[in-house]
């Protein structure tokens, strides 16, 4: 059984975005610049090794930069790129949809009990 | 390892488009209703108990309704409820950030070349 169609536009952005932590990393680097320990602060259960993993496509599909600051130790930037923050901007709808969404759930619940 | 925030707009969207083909069904109802071997045939390597298990949980999330038409053989059509034709929408900036993304690659490939 062969995939969706990847020429299409929604499938192509969920290839990019769809898994597991890349929109809260997306939200989050959408509010600034952020270090890789701060991310992971901020997103709390996700592992190191994931967390790298994910930021490693993200800065491949050309949504996120990483940025190396001199001075020991080492510290790296991530960011969104000009083409991360379209991106960020293009899933503000569907964040609207979701929160719309849990009403509509909350709301089922609240009929049900 | 927990799940990422799911109070969190786009992972609650995700939670409901975010699998294989349900962008391409979505898509597809939003151009109108349908019944189900339209849908098979035009989504093409989709498998039947695949397309009937993603139909009953958009159906389930309140995004498809399933309307059976009278008369024999029995016919089923689906199509979008108002809530659907609202995540449709909410999807189409994405549509065209993945189009714009697929120019990016192309972009890409071909300065490689």
Chains 1, 2 share one sequence.
């Not at 990847?6 to 952005?13: F, K, L, S």
């Not at 709390?44 to 001199?70: I, M, T, Y």
């Not at 569907?94 to 849990?102: E, V």
Request: net charge negative.
């Amino acid at each position: 059984m062969s995939d969706p169609d990847e020429t299409c536009g929604v499938n192509v952005a969920f290839a990019v975005v769809g898994s597991k932590w890349k929109p809260t990393i997306l939200w989050l680097l959408g509010q600034g610049p952020r270090r890789f320990g701060a991310l992971r602060r901020e997103i709390g259960p996700v592992s190191e090794k994931v967390l790298a993993a994910q930021l490693r496509e993200l800065q491949r599909d050309g949504v996120v930069s990483r940025r190396e600051q001199p001075g020991f130790p080492l510290h790296v930037e991530y960011s969104l790129t000009e083409h991360g923050r379209a991106l960020d901007a293009a899933l503000a709808p569907l964040a609207d949809w979701g929160d719309a969404h849990l009403e509509v759930l909350s709301g089922a619940s609240a009929d049900a009990s």
